[in-house]
């Protein structure tokens, strides 16, 4: 993997587009990291689920999807995403994210974060423009609450029934950051 492959670079892990042909190394890591995902996330453990997720955050504006990559092998650490993107006076978007299961605990993914809100705050000539980003998490899932308050998110409410998780409604905390605010590094 190339310096000019990845959108944002780290010490240890750059961010790049899906793209189809990691199908296969993609499901393979979620399939092996379905005990640390469950129940928060369902990301797509299939090719066929792959492909058409994969597209539906490459193509338009509304969404963009980063892969998480090991610098040195490129391997698979994970995912950052941002989805509904509004644009006007909202330039708005709304975070998700997931580790695989041997990159979890090393810092990864808190690396990777920071990078994707290089990515979402800088100017739209150099990244996505974005003057917020909301990040709605389940209530006890602390590990994804303690890494965006480690990133500098503030809580702003709890949403009841916001969000289908798992053939259910579940309740979510809003959890947010804008361009001007202070942010770890």
């Given at each position: 993997m190339t310096f000019s492959s990845y959108v944002r670079e780290g010490d240890r892990v750059g961010l790049r587009?899906?793209?189809?042909?990691?199908?296969?190394?993609?499901?393979?890591?979620?399939?092996?990291?379905r005990d640390l995902h469950r129940p928060w996330l369902y990301p797509p453990a299939t090719v066929e689920e792959?492909?058409?997720?994969?597209?539906?955050?490459?193509?338009?504006?509304?969404?963009?999807?980063?892969?998480?990559?090991?610098?040195?092998?490129?391997?698979?650490?994970?995912?950052?995403?941002?989805?509904?993107?509004?644009?006007?006076?909202?330039?708005c978007g709304a975070l998700g994210y997931g580790a695989f299961a041997h990159a979890a605990g090393r810092g990864l993914l808190r690396e990777a974060l920071a990078l994707a809100l290089d990515h979402a705050f800088a100017p739209a000539a150099e990244g996505l423009g974005l003057h917020r980003l909301e990040?709605?998490?389940?209530?006890?899932?602390?590990?994804?609450?303690?890494?965006?308050?480690?990133?500098?998110?503030?809580?702003?409410g709890l949403s009841p029934d916001f969000l289908q998780v798992d053939g259910a409604w579940r309740d979510h905390e809003r959890w947010a950051l804008t361009a001007g605010m202070p942010r770890a590094r």
């Open positions: 587009p899906y793209r189809l042909a990691d199908g296969p190394e993609f499901t393979a890591r979620v399939r092996e990291s792959y492909e058409p997720y994969a597209a539906r955050l490459t193509e338009g504006g509304a969404r963009a999807g980063f892969l998480v990559c090991e610098l040195g092998t490129g391997a698979l650490a994970g995912f950052v995403n941002v989805n509904n993107i509004v644009r006007g006076a909202f330039q990040a709605n998490i389940q209530p006890g899932n602390t590990a994804s609450i303690a890494l965006v308050r480690g990133a500098g998110f503030r809580l702003e």
